[in-house]
Every structure is written in structure tokens, then in C-alpha cells.
């Protein structure tokens, strides 16, 4: 009984480490970035363009100090503006 102890907790620090190993290698994280790289497209740039706004936008409420239900409004209306 008492060997059975440790017996069963090397088994279970060692299990996570065996999994790793059984596990066949990730091809698309070992290939190379293709030449050039891909393109940006349109939506790429809007994304881009609407996260850096929404940022802007909740630290302008940060600095206003809005919360709750006038945080989030002042952010809608925030980003829908032009």
C-alpha cells in the first residue's frame, strides 16, 4: 500500500509528458511563412481601423469616468461617429 502511493503519483506527473510526445508534430507551426506574406484586404483594414477606434473610445470613458449603462452607450455612440 505504501509503494502504491508514489507509484501512482509519478504516473500521473509523468502522463502529461507522455501525451505530448504520442502527439504527432504540428505541420502549419513548423512550415516556413510563405514569401511575401499574404495580402491585407479591405476588411483586414476596417477591422484594424474599428478596434483602434472602440480603444480610443473606452479610454475616453476611462478618462470621463463613465460606468455601467452610460459607459456603454457613450462607446456606441463614440464609435458610430464618423
Do not use: Q, W, Y
Amino acid at each position: 500500500m505504501r509503494a502504491l502511493l508514489p507509484i501512482a503519483t509519478l504516473c500521473l506527473l509523468l502522463s502529461p509528458l507522455g501525451a505530448d510526445a504520442a502527439s504527432p508534430p504540428d505541420v502549419a507551426a513548423s512550415a516556413p511563412p510563405a514569401a511575401g506574406g499574404t495580402p491585407a484586404t479591405a476588411t483586414d483594414n476596417d477591422a484594424a481601423a474599428k478596434h483602434a477606434k472602440r480603444t480610443a473610445c473606452i479610454k475616453k470613458a476611462r478618462a470621463k469616468k463613465l460606468v455601467g449603462d452610460e459607459k456603454s452607450a457613450f462607446i456606441k455612440d463614440c464609435t458610430a461617429a464618423p
